[in-house]
């Protein structure tokens, strides 16, 4: 049994979605980024870095995993899927791994500081990040233009990209004209598992369309990233 310690937002919906799409068991463990509850000792000595998600197999006398990219690897070994085990294969899909973990998750969560959570507007600042996620997504769209999916097969790095893709509109990132992005985006929105893991711990409601509802989930995220 996996242990999935977890809030809903796309690092950790990599975890979940990850895991539904393998068909692993596991329980889930909601973790108050709000009240501060991933910097508990009983947190840190799961996670030492103090952030979201983090896993501990069972059933592997109990390990503790923790950084999403990571976690998503170690789980699709696990399983045996999801992750090739052919050299070329596997550095297929580490390679657009690594590219949504050092750029559309860092430039998008960057996006939403500026865009949606810090109380000042700081425009330079938000056409930085909002111009290198777009630039990402059309990095993105050239390779769904040669391939349906990222790394030939459907992979974890799909997955790991459509986590933070799909939230395009809440970072202020614009996909018009990608063609191929959006051809990709409806693909993985028929994906049983994923559109489960995006449910866990629980289910948000689409903010954009409640502007009270979103003011209060920035508010609150910006507590949250100014500590």
Not at 143 to 151: I, K, M, P, V, Y
Not at 155 to 161: F, G, R
Not at 201 to 215: Q, R, S, V
Request: charged share 25%.
């Amino acid at each position: 049994m996996i242990e999935l310690y977890t809030a809903s937002t796309p690092n950790g919906h990599k975890a979940s979605c990850t895991l539904e799409e393998l068909g692993l068991p596991y329980e889930v463990h909601a973790v108050d980024l709000a009240s501060g509850e991933q910097r508990s000792a009983a947190y840190l000595a799961i996670n030492p870095n103090g952030r979201i998600p983090a896993i501990v197999d069972r059933e592997a006398d109990n390990l503790a995993v923790f950084e999403s990219g990571a976690i998503m690897i170690y789980l699709a070994e696990k399983a045996g899927r999801l992750l090739p085990t052919d050299r070329p294969g596997r550095a297929r899909v580490l390679q657009w791994l690594m590219f949504q973990m050092g750029g559309i998750g860092p430039m998008m969560g960057q996006a939403n500081v500026f865009y949606r959570y810090f109380p000042e507007k700081i425009q330079p600042a938000i056409d930085r990040y909002q111009n290198e996620s777009r630039r990402l997504f059309e990095v993105l769209d050239r390779r769904l233009g040669d391939s349906e999916w990222l790394a030939d097969d459907y992979s974890i790095a799909d997955i790991a990209n459509w986590c933070w893709v799909r939230t395009y509109k809440w970072s202020g990132v614009s996909r018009d004209g990608l063609d191929n992005l959006d051809r990709w985006l409806s693909a993985m929105k028929e994906k049983p598992g994923l559109c489960q893991g995006v449910q866990v711990p629980m289910k948000i409601d689409n903010l954009l369309e409640d502007e009270d509802a979103a003011k209060q989930f920035a508010q609150n995220a910006g507590k949250i990233v100014q500590r």
